[in-house]
T-cell receptor, first 111, second 117 residues
Framework: EPEVTQTPSHQVTQMGQEVILRCVPI?????FYWYRQILGQKVEFLVS????????KSEIFDDQFSVERPDGSNFTLKIRSTKLEDSAMYFC?????????FGPGTRLTVT | AQSVTQLGSHVSVSEGALVLLRCNYS??????LFWYVQYPNQGLQLLLK??????LVKGINGFEAEFKKSETSFHLTKPSAHMSDAAEYFC???????????????FGGGTRVLVKP
C-alpha cells in the first residue's frame, strides 16, 4: 500500500540554522500539506500546496518558512533561521481529494 | 472558523469493554469529519471519515462513528476494546466548500486511550 514518507525521522539543529524537512507524497495525489505538533499541544496546520503553489497558509507560516516541490516526487519544508519555539513534530500529508494521508513525521529539536 | 473539542484527554478502558471517544465540532458550513489514530512513534492513520453520505460511518479495526448534526458531534466507538487499540485518537474537521486548492484539517486536542488487561 502506498504511503507518505518523511526524512529525516529526527533532526537536531542549533538556533539560527536552516533546516530542510523532506517528504515524498503518495504518487498521483494532488494536494500537499505540512502540519506541526508541539509537544503536548494540538496538531496545527501550516500550509497547503496545490498546482505548484501555496494555496493556503496559517499565521504560523511566516517569512521564515517556505515550501517547494522541486521535482515530481519530493515536497520540502524549509525553515530559514530556526528558533527554539520551532521544536516540534512536523507532519507531511498528501491527498487525492478530501481525506489526507500522513507521513510518520520528523521530530525537529532546536537547541 | 472551525474548531474541534475532544472531551477527555485520557480514557482508560478494560479489554473487551466499550470504547467511546467524544468529539464535538463547530463549523459555519456543513463539515467533513475525520478520526485519525496515532500509535507510539508513528504518524497519523486515517480511521474513518464522514463526507455527507451515511451518518453512521464504519472504519478500520472495528471502529465506527456517528454524525449527529443536532448535537454537532462525531463520537467514535468500538464495542470491544483490544490491547492493540492503545493509542492517541484525533478528531478533525474540514470545510465542505469546493476549493480547488484543497482543505486544511483542524484537529482536536487528542484522546489517549489506555487499555487494561
Amino acid at each position: 500500500e502506498p504511503e507518505v514518507t518523511q526524512t529525516p525521522s529526527h533532526q537536531v539543529t542549533q538556533m539560527g540554522q536552516e533546516v530542510i524537512l523532506r517528504c515524498v507524497p503518495i504518487s498521483n495525489h494532488l494536494y500537499f500539506y505540512w502540519y506541526r505538533q508541539i509537544l503536548g499541544q494540538k496538531v496545527e496546520f501550516l500550509v497547503s500546496f496545490y498546482n505548484n503553489e501555496i494555496s493556503e497558509k496559517s499565521e504560523i507560516f511566516d517569512d521564515q518558512f517556505s515550501v517547494e516541490r522541486p521535482d515530481g516526487s519530493n515536497f520540502t519544508l524549509k525553515i530559514r533561521s530556526t528558533k527554539l519555539e520551532d521544536s516540534a513534530m512536523y507532519f507531511c500529508a498528501s491527498s487525492p481529494n478530501r481525506e489526507q494521508y500522513f507521513g510518520p513525521g520528523t521530530r525537529l529539536t532546536v537547541t | 472558523a472551525q474548531s474541534v473539542t475532544q472531551l477527555g484527554s485520557h480514557v482508560s478502558v478494560s479489554e473487551g469493554a466499550l470504547v467511546l471517544l467524544r468529539c464535538n465540532y463547530s463549523s459555519s458550513v456543513p463539515p467533513y469529519l475525520f478520526w485519525y489514530v496515532q500509535y507510539p512513534n508513528q504518524g497519523l492513520q486515517l480511521l474513518l471519515k464522514y463526507t455527507s453520505a451515511a451518518t453512521l460511518v464504519k472504519g478500520i479495526n472495528g471502529f465506527e462513528a456517528e454524525f449527529k448534526k443536532s448535537e454537532t458531534s462525531f463520537h467514535l466507538t468500538k464495542p470491544s476494546a483490544h490491547m492493540s487499540d492503545a493509542a492517541e485518537y484525533f478528531c478533525a474537521v474540514s470545510d465542505t466548500r469546493i476549493k480547488a486548492a484543497g482543505n486544511k484539517l483542524t484537529f482536536g486536542g487528542g484522546t489517549r486511550v489506555l487499555v487494561k488487561p
